[in-house]
Structures are given as structure tokens and as C-alpha cells.
């Protein structure tokens, strides 16, 4: 965990040299690049601290935090690229997370995990439970996709109606979800908690005597930094993904889907890949399936409803190609983590399954519009 | 048990206040409303009279006639509304029957029993078989629509065909299923037998001595004179559907999908939910799964055969909506169901899933044919 | 197995009928049936010579050998088809392969030995295994015409690339699961090889002392002369397909679907039919999802590349029917297969599933491209 986090901090080099980029105008190419090389390491940061504060808040308050600001680097660049008019680039970029997460992720922590560990076990009803969840947010997300397909068509004013509605649905879903895992039933996750130490972080146990220690104004004051640098960045980002894409050949669909949630989801890759690696799946799993959980009933709803206050209103009418993906993407994240055991063959299946979705939306010929 | 069915049997007054609406024509709106609430009760008391009956009648006799009377009021209603040609009606009431039992039923069930249990059992192998039999069921429904959206088209007499062979299919799968749940592996169903008792009504062992005392030609009677009400009010209902609804602002499409089944059903839905806050999971859950099961292999291909006699053909093509509506219906609440086990939140799943289609179904843009 | 064996042998006489049919012109459809009828034999010797010489081999060359074998009279008839310029035959008879194994061969093996044994039990894990990889392959093969149906249309060239790209990616998924099932994880699989001794077959343990006493070069002139006359007959059945099926009346996508497919793995189901009636489950359901797997993974890419070379380009571009058909026999084959046991209903289940398909297949309106 310490090698992973100290070579992404290298990367905060990327910092000065992307703002430097900006203002003596190296190129939307550099800029763009060099952005999105730095908030990789600044999520990174922001979940740590975001973790450290959560210690110190408790069970309760902490889980909440965790919960809110869990997907904050897609929370930001989604609505910076919102508020630029790149509606496309963030539904594909939704769409990607959950792709990235289910499939990148948890291939990477299986196949990589199983090459050391013949047999890997994770508990299956949490698992379970979650792909029960992941079912519905995806129905949800399909529905109004769905319904422009099956008609002569809608009118865009009903679609963002339908839109809100479906959101405001998730989003209740969402909060019960976490009155659920938290409160009523918080002992079925009792395991992952536990686990929670072996990445080498403070659990609650020990933060009840080490919490005076912890100096919490200095992990809130790395979380301010690092999320309004982390905004900063974004707007670099955004700012140069449309020309920056173009140079390099890339369709907006492609960049949306593929890169975007790449640079935003970096930092988990790397702990769920690192604890899949020490043999502690639950927690691995947790994290890949937690994070596409929450993308698709807390950010996805979150960004509709936002797009509606900034007067740039983001309907969940998909390009058809983008819900296919998402639909076997849980699929066979499900078919695959359903028995609570993994190995590396799981994770190749896994892998596959990346490639292929990321070779055709490399190949598919819908240029959506960008602005 | 006894609460709702006095509950419900207060709504028997609606019988003669729905003849006088109509008679002294006050209006089909109310026509409408007051012979939906009339149907309420008297499909209660038909299942009550058709279980009395089964019990005289033994295990086989009565099993095949629960497995006949079983959805009687949709078959009714499905008939009368066939003959008054409102074939599209008909086939959205199927789909809303379907996901109705499966998200509705199923999902307030889990909520509210689980509500008072915090976790409860039920037996996963018939919940894993009647998956499996329903899975073969949306298949089988599907593969007309499927036929049709992707050829150049498919000319009516073959849809017919189509239909009608595929029906035969559903109707032999279904005398199959029955012939393994009563005969060759009724083991398999002792569980929900044994249960059975816990909603107050005669066990086969006590009928055993009560036999001579239920008054047989009384539940006979009872039988047939609540079959003919609900012919009776069917026809009202559905003579004033279509201008009912349009008073009301709804779409042909959401009255078949969300209305007719919660009036059809409303019996049911007081079953399955009083069993679940009993902890009668095994009872409730094949309630739910056995209904839907029901329509989709008996029902639905009756009435296909049903409208080829009356000259009113009906064929399985559908709109693509509501066949990703049963879908995903079946999908979710399979998911659910398959491990076993249920909570609190697993009902809030099905219940979202049923509200985001519901919403979708009201938008839909798609104003099918009435008459 | 001797006596289906047997059975199947006496069909040998269809060899000389056939060739004599072709020489002295009695008719393309009397050479097509004849043909037919002889393969069915060859491929059966074809399967038990294959095997045989495994034996000798020992369990690494020997299992490869299976492994690129098992499917021969498929790969032989799909390359000679394509030569042809049976583009779509060859590829409608993959889609008919994949449900033929895991509708018909499943379901006839669980409903005969289901009504011999009341329940069957075979090891789930390799089930599973089997059902997520079988997942990827669907979802590989899927994804080229979900391009082209979700968008503007894709162009040929850019149609084969993304088709040759999913075919590279499946065959590595083919080769890392052989390395999984023969190495590193091989004792997964050891119940079902210590069940092939139930067919009656030389086991790898007791081969260790008959080695020298098989004939091997026996072995190999059988494969060789059988392989030869599967090549033969093969290019009497691809020649005379179009005008026999015409005469027939029969469309060209469903003698894709459901005549070749039955032709090229008639062997197979008798294989799997006979082991289940033993309650030898484990290998009939490994037969059944087995060769499906092969299909997917190894013959349908190989013959991509194969028209590639041929210069008679095949890409993975289906009706959107053949893909419905094929998602919908892996997900019931799923359910049905993912808890490890079965009763004669699944069996049924699974039967009636490729019924109401093939009776699709016969009514579909679309007469594909031949030649």
C-alpha cells in the first residue's frame, strides 16, 4: 500500500507542470495530458483523508462522509465538464466508471490476486446483495433510454421529466441503502470492516484511543487542497479534452467511456488491486462494486439533478451501444462474483470482457456531440 | 388474515352501487371506479372458495383446480375485454399481471415482512425451479415480438401461427409443471403445504375429519356466484374502460399495465403480504412467483387460443417496452429471490423497480389501439 | 454406449449410398440427406479415435488434443462451407451449435436421466465456471452487431477489423482456460475424468498399463481416414445444401440454426444422453457446456481468421434474432444448470426453450444472402 501510494505521489509533480502548461500555453495536448496525470495522485489524497476523518467522526458520521465523498474526483469533473456543455462526455463517463469498475477492477484484483493465491473467498451475500442492487440502479438507468427506443420518440422536455423522476428514485434507494449497510443490518458488513486494517490504515477500534493523536485540521485541510485543486485541475481537463481527443485521434464516446473514468477511478484501482494481492478480497471486491454501486445511485442522479440547477440539464437517454455495455458488464461481474470465490481465470474472463467493450467503442462510429 | 378479509369485504357494497352507476348512468368514470373496487372482494372470495373446494377434493382434484380457478379474475376480465376488443389492453394487463406479482407483491411482501423480521428464509430450490420456469416463460412470450422487431416484419396470419404454436408450447409446460409439483416431486413442496395452514384456512389433515362438515355446495355456490359478479362487473369495467381512463388522462398503455392487474390481482396482494408479516416467506414468495408463473404459462396462452374462438385474434407480439419491462422484472426479482433469504431492503429494490417502470409506463409515448 | 455406438455405425452405409448419389446425379436433396446421415457416424469415430489416441498421449498433449479436436466435424464443415461462400450458413450454424448443446443435448440428457433418476447432482463450481466464460463468449460475439444495430451503420472493412480483434481476444480466453483446466487448476476437474471411466473408455490410469497394448497407429489411420471422408462428405452436403433446402421448403437460416448443427454433433448428444441415463451427470453437463464453450471460444473464432486466409471474410456480424437466440439458451442453460442438480422438469424446460426458438427459426422472415 505505502509503494503504491509514495509512486502515486511522484505524480503530483503533474501538478506545477499542467498549470505551467496552462498558462504559457504548451498545447491542449500537454495540458490535457498532464491534468489528467495529476488527479490521479490528488484522488488519491482526497480518499485518504476523506478515510482519516471518517476514523475520527465514527461509524456513523464517517460512513456517511465516505459514502458522500467516496466518487468526489467524478462528482467534480462531472459537473465542471456539466457546466462546459460536455453532457455527452459525462453520460459516457458514467458509463465507463461502472464498465471500469466492475470489469478493470475487479479483473485486475482477481487475476492478479488469483496468480498468487490459488483460491481467493469473499462473502457471497454481500455480493449478492449488491448485485441485487446493481441490477435495479442499471434497470433504472435503462429505463429511459428504453422508453425513447420503444416509442415513435419523446420530447425532450418529458425525457428530463422522466429523467429527475428516475433520480429521485436512486437516490432514495441510495439513502436506504446506506440506513441498510450502517444501521439495520450493518453486521453483515462486520468482515469488510474488519478487513479495513489490513490496508494499514487506523481502524475504529484503535482510533478510539489514538483519536486525539490524529490531527484532524491538518486531514481536513489536505481534503479542501486537494478537492479544489482536484476542481482546478478538472477544468484544465475539460477545458482541452475536445481538441486534446481530436489530436490523438480519439472519439469523444471513446475518451468518455474509457479515459475519463481511468484518470478519476485511478486510485482505487490501485487499493483494490494492492488488498486483492494481500488475499484480502472482501475488501477488494467491496471497493470495485461499492464504487460502481455508487456511481450509479448517488453520482449518475447527483449529476441529473445538478444539470437541471445549472441550467445544462443531463437527461439518462443513453446511446443504446453505452446501456448494452453497462447491462453485460454487471452481468457477468455478477456471474462471476455470485459464489463468493475468485481466480485468475475469472479475472482473464473479466479482462476480456474490458477489451472487447473498449475495442468496439475504440471502433464505433457514433460521434456524439461535443458542446 | 381475518382483518383484511373483512377489510376487503366491505368492499362488496361497491357490487350493488357499480349496477346502479350504471343503470342510472352516472357517468362511466364512475362506472369504472366503483365496478374496479366491486371486483376487489369478489376475487377474494373466489380464491377462498376455490381452496375451501380444493380441500374437500384432495390434493390432486384440488391442486388442479387451484392451478385452473388460480388467476380466475384475470382470465375473466382478459376474456370480457378480448370479446369487447381490446386485444392491446389485454396484452398490457398480461405484462402488468407479471410484474405486478413479481415486483409488486414480492417487493411489499419483503419490505414489510421484513420490517418486523430482520432477516427471513424461504426454501431457495422452488424459488431456483420457478426461476428457471419462468425464465422459459419470457422467453417463450418474447420470441414473437423478437421475430417481428427484427425481420423486414412478419405478416399477421404467420404471427398468428407464431403465436399460437408458442402458446401450445407454454400450455404443455405448464400441465408438465403441474404433474411435477402434485405428482413425481410434490416432496419438494411440502414446506408451502405445511405453511399453508398458518394463514387459518383447513389443512388436508384436518379436512380429513372436517370433510363431512364444509359445507360443500355452499362454497360451490359461492364459487359460481362470484364468478358470475365478477363477469358481471368485468363487463362494466371494461365497457367504460376507455373512456374512464381518457377522462382520467391516462394512456390505454399504463391502464392495462398498472390499473387492470392491481385490481385483478388486489386478493393476492393481501395473501402474500399478511403471510410475509407472519414469517410465512416460503407461502408469500410462492404466492407471488406461482402467480406470475401462472399467467405467463396458463393465462396468457389461453387467451390466445381463447381470442382465435371468438374471432378477436390475439397474438404475442408486444411493444418492446413492455417485454424489457418483464424482462427486467423477472431479472431483478430473480436476483432477489434465488439465495433465499430476504430483508427490508431487498423489498425497497423490487418496489423501486416497480415505481421506475410504472413512471416509465405512464410517459410512454406509445398510445396503443383501443377497440 | 456400445449399442449407440453400434446404432450409430450401421449409418457407415450412408457413405458409399452418398458418394454413389453424387456420381450418378439421383438428385441434390437425396445426396444432401445421405450425406447428411453419413457424417453423423464419421464424426462419432472421429470423436472416439480422437479420444483414444488422447489416452496414449497422456493428459497434457492428449487434453490439448480433445481440446482442438473435439469440435472437428463443425470446424470441417464450416471451413468447406465457407469456401463455398456460405458466409451466412456457416455463421447461423455456430449460433444453432451453441443451442443445440445447451437446449437440445442438455435437455434431452436432464429429461431422460431425470425420468430414470429423480434427482441428478453434478459439481456446480465447474458449472459455474463454465456459465461465466460462457457469458464472455456471448457477450464477445454480441458486441460486433451491437455496433452495427446501435449505430449509423459501421462499414465492412471496419466491421471484419473489429470481428478479427474479438476472435484474437477469444481464442486467448480459449487457450488461458485450457492452461487453467489441465494445469493449474486441473484437480477442479478430476471428478468428471474419473467419471469418463464410466463410459466405458480406457482411463488414463489404467492406459498407463495398456499403452502398448493400444493400437496407436490404429488410432491415428482411423482419425485421418475419418477426418478425410468428414471432408469429403462435407463438400456433397455444403454443394447440394441450397438446392436440397429449397426443394425442401426450408429457409437457409434455419438450416443453419437447426439442420447442420444437428448433423455436426449428433455424436456428441448421443454421448451426453447415454452418460446422463448412467447418473453420470458431471460429464454429460461438461459434454453439453463444454462443446458449447469450444464453439464460442475456439471454432467460431478460428474460422474468422480462417475466412481471412480463405479470402471468403466472415465477420461476427449476426441477425439480431440468431443473438437473441443465442443470449436467451445461455441464460435459461444457466439457470438451469447453475445449482448443480436436475429433475426431468429442467430437462423439459430446456426442450421447450429450443422448440419455441426453432419453431422462430422456421417462421422467420429472413432469407439470408446464400452464396
Known sequence: MLNTKTLLSTLLIFVPISIAAHFFEWGSTIVFITSALAIIPLAGWMGTATEEIAVVLGPNLGGLLNATFGNATELIIGIVALNAGLVDVVKSSLVGSIMGNLLLVMGLSMFLGGLRFKEQQFQPVIARLNASAMNLAVIAILVPTAVDVTSI?????????????VAIVLITVYILTLLFSMKTHSYLYDVGVAENDADGQITPEEAGHEAE???????????????????FESELLVGTLEEATNNLGLTALFTGVILVPIIGNAAEHATAVTVAMK???DLSVSVALGSSLQIALF??????????????????????????AVAVSVLIANSVSSDGRSDWLEGVLLLAAYTVLGIAFYFHPIIEGIG
Open 213 to 231: 493523536k490524529v490531527n484532524l485540521k491538518l486531514w481536513i485541510g489536505v481534503l479542501l487542497l486537494a478537492t479544489l485543486t482536484v476542481a
Open 299 to 324: 453520482v449518475a442522479p447527483v449529476l441529473v439533478l445538478a444539470g437541471w440547477i445549472l441550467g445544462k440539464p443531463m437527461d439518462l437517454n443513453f446511446n443504446p451501444f453505452e446501456l448494452i
Open 279 to 281: 488475499d484480502k478480497m
Open 153 to 165: 420518440g419523446i420530447q425532450e422536455p418529458t425525457m428530463q421529466t422522466l429523467s429527475a423522476a
